[in-house]
């Protein structure tokens, strides 16, 4: 009887512990390790419809070397909040466009799907496909969608994770170009 007892508490408390974690955590409160620092470099093959605007392979380099703040969106055609947020991406990218670059990075997906959402949302910012999923995990990416906003010197100044709302991609972008 006192070993059922030892039990059951050892097991009600971790229960408890288990349901507090899940509760109380917030994802997007969860930071990059990356805050501050350089970002690494990547290279992705671009889909199709981009290739004559932005060649076949996309580098991350590239545009960190212009000078100008960038924003990279993590995303899949099977994530419903990537469905969410995606419209609010794309004007952001018509509003801003020439004041910063955007790039978006498919992770995980199956390409006439991630073409099926590009082409359902008019996604006019590049894209490159992260099939593996190892662009993703380099640039610590925790679940989808993530959005990193990075200053013109190539440091990240703020991690997004989870479905972004107008109000806070406006106040990120306007943050990094002031």
């Not at 392979?57 to 469905?83: E, H, K, M």
Request: glycine share 8%; aromatic share 12%; with cysteine.
């Amino acid at each position: 009887m006192k070993r059922l007892l030892i039990v059951l508490v050892i097991v009600g408390s971790l229960g408890a512990l288990f349901v507090f974690g899940l509760t109380r955590r917030n994802l997007r409160d969860i930071s990059s390790p990356r805050l501050e620092k350089t970002m690494l470099d990547f290279e992705g093959n671009t889909f199709q419809r981009y290739q004559g605007q932005y060649g076949e392979t996309l580098r991350y380099s590239d545009y960190a070397d212009s000078g100008i703040p960038i924003v990279v969106n993590f995303w899949a055609s099977w994530c419903v909040p990537c469905w969410n947020e995606t419209a609010r991406l794309e004007a952001a990218w018509r509003k801003y466009r020439g004041k910063i670059s955007m790039i978006g990075v498919n992770f995980q997906d199956e390409t006439p799907d991630a073409l099926n959402f590009i082409d359902r949302f008019q996604l006019t910012f590049p894209s490159v496909k992260d099939p593996r999923g190892s662009i993703g995990i380099d640039w610590g990416v925790f679940g989808l969608p993530e959005t990193f906003f990075i200053r013109a010197d190539g440091t990240l100044n703020y991690k997004h994770t989870g479905e972004i709302t107008t109000d806070i991609l406006e106040e990120q972008i306007r943050a990094l170009l002031e």
